[in-house]
């Protein structure tokens, strides 16, 4: 059984997918902790489902590199990225980018679910961006996180049409309508292995 670590900052629907894909007994994969950098109201899904939550406030570190480090220890406390079981940390929702040395203690084994068709619109305003730019398709993309921002492998894409005199918080639920069964589905596959991750031993 794969276990796995999500970090949130906001309401959490891809999470709350996730915990209601892993309470089916066959989904192969079980969510060991919630992490998020702030209160984020999504922590409530893991709270209600008994699933260990907590925050790691940037604030509360010297660095970006020293924040990372209490959270990945945080995680790794849940047996995510130690021990023979590689585990997975997936990225659903958190808007912080991950320091380097957060990033190569758990790489490639570390996922980010992306709304917008990357290399197209990275960042934090992705759905904004796309509006802006006059994009005609937009999506979702689940990739690998390396230390660049939203540059990593890219494993699962879906695209959306976007519609006229649509709003970024019309838009933005019609991706995530689409995101929540990718990312399940991706998660699912890599916990299968019938996903590989891009420099996985
Ligand atoms: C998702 O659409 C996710 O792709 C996006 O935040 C939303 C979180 O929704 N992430 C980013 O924009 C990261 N740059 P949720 O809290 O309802 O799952």
Do not use: Y
């Not at 939550?53 to 990225?81: C, K, M, N, T, Y």
């Not at 890599?190 to 420099?199: K, Q, T, V, Y």
């Amino acid at each position: 059984m794969l276990k796995i670590a999500v970090l949130i900052s906001g309401g959490g629907s891809n999470l709350k997918a996730l915990i209601d894909a892993t309470a089916d007994p066959d989904f192969p994969a079980e969510i060991a902790c919630v992490g998020s950098d702030t209160d984020a109201p999504g922590l409530e899904h893991a709270r209600a489902a008994g699933i260990p939550a907590f925050v790691v406030r940037p604030r509360d570190s010297d660095s970006r590199e020293a924040w990372g480090e209490v959270l990945a220890a945080a995680i790794q406390e849940h047996h995510v990225g130690t021990g023979p079981h590689p585990g997975l940390v997936v990225s659903a929702g958190l808007m912080r980018i991950l320091p380097p040395g957060f990033v190569r203690a758990f790489s490639p084994r570390l996922i980010n679910t992306h709304p917008a068709l990357l290399p197209a619109f990275p960042g934090a305003h992705a759905v904004r961006d796309a509006l802006a730019a006059g994009a005609e398709r937009t999506g979702v993309t689940v990739h690998v996180i390396d230390e660049g921002v939203d540059t990593g492998p890219v494993l699962r894409q879906a695209a959306v049409d976007v519609r006229p005199g649509e709003t970024e918080a019309e838009l933005h639920e019609r991706i995530k309508q689409l995101e929540r069964p990718l990312l399940v589905q991706t998660v699912r596959e890599i916990a299968l292995g019938e996903l590989a991750l891009p420099g996985a031993r």
